[in-house]
C-alpha cells in the first residue's frame, strides 16, 4: 500500500516535473528553431547557447508589477489563468509515456510508466481539453475589454468548432482498437506491417489512418491556438486578444497553458498515431519523448511557414471541410473493420 | 472513505447549486452551474458509471456551459438587481414556500421507501457501467431509441440554425 | 464505510428543488435555462442511483438520453433566446408580454 502511494507520488512528480521543463525549454526551443528557419541567431547572451533564457523570462515575469485594471470583474479575472492552466495538466495523468519498468532491476515490481490508466483514458483528455476553454472565455470577458472579449469569444468558437471534427478523427483509431484505454492503444500498435510484402512499416495508426492523423493535426493546432489558427490572440488586429490586461505571473500563466496544452495534442498525437512508447533498442520513454519533440517541432515549422487564416476561412474549414472529412474517414474504418 | 467522498461532493454540489439561483450575474450563476455539474461527475464514479461520468463531463460541462458562457457575453446581459428585490418579494415567497413543501414530500417519500435500503448497494460485475457495455446495450436493446436521438439532434442543430441566423420579422 | 440509496436521492431531491426555486423566482431567462438545467441533472442523479442500486444498466441508458435531449434543448433554446434578444433587447421574461392578453 504504502509502496504503490510513494511509487504514485514519486510518477506524479516526475511527469509534473517534466511537463514544466519542457514548457519553459518550449520557448526557448521555439525562439531557436523560428530564428533557423529566418537566419537569424536566437536567444544567445544569457548562458551557452542562450540555455538560461526561460530562467530569465520567468525571473523577469514574476517580478513585474502585477497590474489589475479597475474595472474588470476581479473574481473572475484572477480565477481565469488558473482555470485555463489546470486543464492543460491535467490530461497528462492518463497519458503513458512509457512501457513498463523495474528501473534496472531497482524495484521489486514492475512499475507501468502512467500516472493511471484509466478506461475512458482517451474521452478523460478530451474533456480535460474541452475544460479549457472556459479560461480563455472568462478571461476575455472578465477584462471589460472589447478586444479581449472579442478574443475570448472568437477562441471559444474556435475551439468548440474544432472539436468535433478532432474528436472524429480518432474514432478511427478507436474502432480499429476497440478500446478507449490508451495503454491499449499503444499496445495494439506493436509488431511490424508488411507493404507489398516487402516493405516493412511499423503497425502504427499513422498509417493505417493517415486522414485521420492529418485532420487531428489539423485540429490540434486550432485547439492549442497555434498559427495558422492564432486568431484569438491575433496581435495586428485584437492587440494579443483575450490576456491584453493580464501582466506577470498571470500572463505568463496563460503562456505556460498554450504550451501545455501543446505537449498535450502532441502527447495524445503520438500515443494515438505514432505508437506511443513503442520502438526498438532504445528505452520507451526515450522514444516517446522524441515522437513528442518530433510534433512540437512540427508545429514550430508550422508557425515559421504559414500565414495567418482569416476568421470566416476558419471556421469554413473547419466545419466544411475537416468535420465531413472526418465524418468519411470513420464511415471507411467502419467498413473495413467490419468486413476484415 | 466513499461516504466520506460522497458527502464533500455533496456538500459541494449542495452549495453551489443553491448559488446557482442567487447570483445577480448570470456568469456567475454559469460558473457555479458547472462546479455542480463537476461534482457530480465525481458522484457518478462512486455510482459505477464509468463510462456516464467522462460524458458528463464533455458534454455539459465541456459543450453545454461554454455554449451558456458563449450566449452571455454575446448578449451582454448586465448585473440585475437581487431577485429579492422588494416588487418581487411576495412572489418569491410563495415560490420558496412551495419549493420547501415540495422538498419535503420528496423527503418524506424517500424517508418512507428506501431509508432501509442496504447501504452500498447489491455487489456488481466488473463491466457494469463500463464503456462496452453501454455501447453494446445502445446499439442492442436500445438501437431504437438510440437512433431516435439523431433525428432529434438533428432537428435541434437546424432548429437553432433558423432561428439564430438573422432578424426575425 | 459505503453510502446509503437514500443519501443520493436526497442530493437529488434536494437539487432537484433548487432548480424548482430558480425557475419559479428568477426572470432572467438564461438562469432560468439554467435552472432546468439543474433539475435535469438531478434527475440523471436519481437514474444513475437507481441503476447502481437494482443493478441494472437501463438507468444508465436512460440518462444517456436525457443527456442527448439537454443538448438538443440547449441548442434551440438559447438560439430562442437569442432571437428574442435581437428584437426586444432583453432577456427578461417579465417583458416578453407578446403573446399574453
Known amino acids: 500500500m504504502l509502496e504503490t502511494l510513494i511509487v ?32 537569424r541567431l536566437g536567444p544567445t547572451r544569457v548562458g551557452p547557447y542562450g540555455l538560461l533564457q526561460p530562467i530569465a523570462d520567468g525571473l523577469k515575469l514574476m517580478f513585474k508589477e502585477d497590474l489589475i485594471p479597475s474595472q474588470v470583474d476581479r473574481a473572475i479575472f484572477l480565477l481565469a489563468p488558473s482555470l485555463s492552466i489546470i486543464p492543460a495538466f491535467i490530461a497528462f495523468a492518463v497519458i503513458p509515456f512509457g512501457d ?49 472579449l472579442l478574443g475570448g469569444l472568437r477562441s471559444s468558437a474556435q475551439l468548440i468548432s474544432y472539436e468535433l471534427p478532432m474528436g472524429l478523427s480518432v474514432v478511427g483509431v478507436l474502432l480499429l482498437v476497440g478500446s478507449l484505454s490508451l495503454v491499449d492503444i499503444v499496445k495494439a500498435q506493436a509488431g511490424v506491417a508488411w507493404w507489398f510484402g516487402i516493405l516493412p512499416v511499423p503497425n502504427w495508426f499513422l498509417f493505417s489512418q493517415p486522414l485521420g492523423f492529418c485532420i487531428y493535426f489539423c485540429c490540434a493546432l486550432a ?45 495524445l498525437a503520438t500515443t494515438l498515431f505514432l505508437g506511443g512508447w513503442l520502438g526498438p533498442i532504445a528505452p520507451s520513454p526515450v522514444w516517446f519523448l522524441g515522437k513528442v519533440f518530433l510534433l512540437l517541432f512540427l508545429f514550430i515549422w508550422f508557425r515559421a511557414t504559414l500565414p ?33 | 472513505m466513499e461516504l466520506l467522498v460522497f458527502a464533500g461532493l455533496a456538500l459541494v454540489a449542495a452549495v453551489a447549486g443553491l448559488l446557482v439561483i442567487v447570483q445577480r450575474h448570470a456568469v456567475y450563476s454559469a460558473l457555479f452551474l458547472i462546479i455542480t455539474m463537476g461534482s457530480l461527475a465525481g458522484i457518478y464514479i462512486l455510482l459505477d458509471a464509468h463510462f456516464v461520468w467522462v460524458i458528463q463531463v464533455i458534454v455539459y460541462a465541456g459543450a453545454i456551459m461554454v455554449l451558456f458562457l458563449f450566449v452571455i457575453m454575446l448578449l451582454d446581459i448586465r448585473s440585475e438587481p437581487a431577485p429579492w428585490a422588494p416588487p418581487d418579494r411576495g412572489r418569491i415567497l410563495i415560490a420558496v414556500l412551495l419549493s420547501v413543501v415540495l422538498l419535503a414530500e420528496l423527503g418524506v417519500a424517500v424517508a418512507r421507501r428506501f431509508v432501509l435500503a442496504p447501504a452500498g448497494g447489491p455487489a456488481v460485475a466488473s463491466s457494469f457501467g463500463r464503456t462496452q457495455t453501454v455501447g453494446r446495450l445502445l446499439f442492442t436493446d436500445f438501437l431504437f431509441p438510440f437512433e431516435i436521438t439523431s433525428i432529434i439532434l438533428l432537428v435541434a442543430m437546424v432548429g437553432a440554425m433558423v432561428l439564430a441566423k438573422k432578424r426575425l420579422h | 464505510m459505503s453510502v446509503p440509496l437514500s443519501a443520493y436521492l436526497i442530493l437529488s431531491a434536494y437539487l432537484f428543488a433548487m432548480g424548482v426555486v430558480g425557475v419559479a423566482t428568477r426572470r432572467n431567462a438564461l438562469i432560468i435555462f439554467m435552472s432546468i438545467e439543474l433539475m435535469l441533472n438531478a434527475v440523471n442523479l436519481s437514474f444513475l442511483a437507481f441503476a447502481r442500486f437494482l443493478n441494472s444498466m437501463d438507468g444508465q441508458i436512460f440518462v444517456f438520453f436525457v443527456m442527448v435531449v439537454a443538448a438538443a434543448e440547449v441548442a434551440v433554446g438559447l438560439a430562442i433566446i437569442i432571437a428574442i434578444y435581437r428584437n426586444k433587447e432583453t432577456v427578461d421574461v417579465a417583458e416578453l408580454n407578446l403573446l399574453k392578453w
Do not use: C
Not at chain 1, 127 to 135: C, E, K, M, N, R
Not at chain 1, 232 to 261: D, I, R
Open chain 1, 8 to 39: 504514485m507520488l514519486v510518477k506524479i512528480g516526475v511527469v509534473f516535473g517534466a511537463l514544466l521543463l519542457t514548457v519553459a525549454y518550449m520557448t526557448w526551443i521555439e525562439r531557436k528553431v523560428i530564428a533557423d528557419i529566418q537566419v
Open chain 1, 100 to 148: 513498463s519498468t523495474t528501473l534496472f532491476g531497482l524495484l521489486s515490481r514492475p512499475v507501468p510508466l502512467h500516472i493511471t490508466d484509466i478506461d475512458v483514458g482517451v474521452l478523460f483528455v478530451f474533456g480535460a481539453a474541452s475544460l479549457g476553454v472556459y479560461g480563455i472565455v472568462l478571461a476575455g470577458w472578465s477584462s471589460n475589454n472589447k478586444y479581449s
Open chain 1, 223 to 267: 485547439e492549442t491556438n497555434r498559427a495558422p489558427f492564432d486568431l484569438p490572440e491575433a496581435e495586428t488586429e485584437l492587440v494579443a486578444g483575450f490576456h491584453t490586461e493580464y501582466s506577470s505571473m498571470k500572463f505568463a500563466m496563460f503562456f505556460m497553458a498554450e504550451y501545455a496544452n501543446m505537449i498535450t495534442v502532441a502527447a
Open chain 1, 308 to 340: 495567418r487564416f482569416r476568421y470566416d476561412q476558419l471556421m469554413n474549414f473547419g466545419w466544411k471541410r475537416l468535420l465531413p472529412l472526418a465524418l468519411l474517414n470513420t464511415a471507411i474504418t467502419a467498413i473495413v473493420a467490419v468486413r476484415g
